[in-house]
């Protein structure tokens, strides 16, 4: 499975960015779909994630009521559409994609596909 992650770019404090994430390889129906972030020096941070198990959205802290996540099956990808972006959403953003638990969705480890990253940049 090969994961391809785009849409990153530079943006100013309070704007908006869609990044996409497109599977190849096989099927990712069966597979949690989710979004991680790293910023310099930190660690890999969970964003949000469509569980494979009931198709729900789960979000992390930071993301919630700005960002919304869009899996779709038939094409194979994953969406994250970012508003009212922060100088801290600064990172590299990287698609994944694994079998988690639900209880485990929003770690990293759980997720043992991934994607190259884009990074994105907000200036305040």
């Known amino acids: 499975v090969q994961l391809q992650a785009f849409g990153g770019g530079l943006v100013q404090a309070g704007g908006f960015l869609r990044l996409s994430c497109a599977a190849s390889g096989r099927s990712l129906r069966g597979y949690t779909l989710g979004w991680f972030r790293q910023g310099p020096g930190k660690e890999r941070e969970f964003v949000a994630a469509?569980?494979?198990?009931?198709?729900?959205?789960y979000y992390g802290d930071t993301a919630k009521g700005r960002f919304t996540i869009e899996r779709n099956n038939a094409k194979n990808t994953v969406n994250l559409q970012m508003i009212n972006l922060k100088p801290k959403d600064t990172g590299v953003y990287f698609c994944g994609a694994g079998r988690p638990i639900i209880s485990s969705i929003s770690s990293s480890s759980a997720h043992y596909y991934w994607g190259q990253g884009t990074q994105v940049t907000v200036s305040s």
């Open positions: 469509v569980a494979h198990t009931n198709m729900r959205a």
